[in-house]
């Protein structure tokens, strides 16, 4: 696994474990010799996790579309930094330059990222591991939320199985490096190894 795309808030959030944590991402990141690849952005957990991985010596990949990076939310220092036309081209050059996924703390466009990379992997259009960094208990409702919707049987276990979680950054990346790459077929209830 050589690189990680990290969806995290543009905002800092309120508590300091946030950014703590986001420091320690991006330091375990250089450590085990991946690239960061991420949205782009200079602001809140973005610019802190980017900036850790520099500081380290590592490599960060941004994209950002035209739009923000005309708001001068772009982070100019990066190893990499893509502009692109808007948030699909944005989101597609990221799932496609990462090898994992890993959601932080944020609002609802790292919600809305993280879901849409874990419907991908549900459906078979990727066989890359997806993770929660679940920072001070942050992911703890919404984990809960997921197993109500096994309970439901609108999520099967299996495939809710498919989301590594950890409340560290190495943990975490650990988890991601040893889980088997599988292609899911929701439809068939089979699995594939890439």
């Known amino acids: 696994m050589k690189s990680v795309c990290v969806y995290c808030g543009s905002s800092p959030g309120n508590r300091p474990e946030y950014a703590q944590a986001a420091r320690a991402l991006g330091k375990a990141l250089v450590d085990n010799g991946m690239s960061l690849v991420y949205g782009g952005g200079k602001v ?12 380290h010596g590592g490599k ?32 597609q050059m990221m799932a496609d330059l990462a090898e994992a996924f890993i959601a932080m703390p944020g609002g609802v466009g790292t919600f809305e990222e993280l879901f849409e990379t874990f419907t991908w992997l549900q459906l078979g259009y990727h066989a890359k591991p997806v993770g929660l960094l679940n920072v001070a ?15 439901e049987g609108f999520l099967k276990q299996v495939h809710a199985d498919l989301l590594h979680v950890s409340d560290t950054a190495e943990g975490l990346l650990g988890k991601l490096a040893a889980a088997p790459r599988v292609r899911v077929d929701k439809w068939q209830e089979s699995r594939e190894r890439t």
């Open 60 to 91: 960060a990949i941004g994209i950002i579309p035209e739009a923000l990076m005309q708001k001068e939310v772009g982070h100019r220092g990066l190893t990499e930094l893509h502009v692109v036309r808007n948030m699909h081209e944005r989101k």
């Open 137 to 151: 208990g942050f992911y703890d409702s919404m984990l809960g939320f997921l197993s109500h919707a096994v309970q």
């Open 44 to 55: 809140g957990l973005m610019g802190v996790v980017a900036d850790a991985v520099l500081e």
